[in-house]
């Protein structure tokens, strides 16, 4: 069962950034899944690493677009980025002490994420773009 599936609002008609999306979501699941599984600190550690790994490279594909088009909230933009990567990074460092917290923090960290994030600051630029008429 997917505690998280992706659901059709999350597209941005951005075949790259969707893509991209679609794989965080599908890693955001996985942890959860293996927190609710009470998976091994191993496996939650290898989960949370190739979400940090995958998010820096979501964000640089991002911020790319931006400024090639002269986005103007890039920066903006650009700071709940650093926000976000510095939260995974946090739950990162926390989990290698101990896995206490890791729950509230992801928790909180979803909702931010695909509620926030990609439905209001993401949409925002795909807005920009289509209204320019740039298809990518
Ligand atoms: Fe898709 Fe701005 O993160």
Redesign the pocket.
């Known amino acids: 069962m997917q505690f998280f599936p992706w659901k059709d609002q999350y597209s ?1 008609n951005i075949s790259e ?1 969707d893509e ?2 679609r794989m ?1 979501v599908g890693m955001i699941d996985r942890l959860h899944t293996a927190m609710a599984e009470g998976k091994g600190k191993s496996v939650l550690d290898e989960i949370i690493n190739e979400l940090y790994n995958y ?1 820096k490279f ?2 640089i ?3 790319r677009l931006m400024d090639e088009y002269d986005y103007p909230g890039f920066a903006e ?1 650009k700071r ?2 650093k926000e ?1 990567i510095g939260k995974v990074l946090a739950m990162m460092e926390r989990h290698k002490k101990s896995t206490l917290g890791l729950s509230s923090d992801l928790s909180i960290m979803l909702q931010e ?1 695909l509620n926030s ?2 439905l209001e ?2 949409k925002k ?1 795909s807005e920009f773009l289509a209204d320019r008429g740039i298809r990518l």
């Open positions: 941005l950034i991209q999306h965080l998010t979501h964000f594909t991002e911020e933009h709940e980025h976000l994420w994030h990609i600051t993401d630029y």
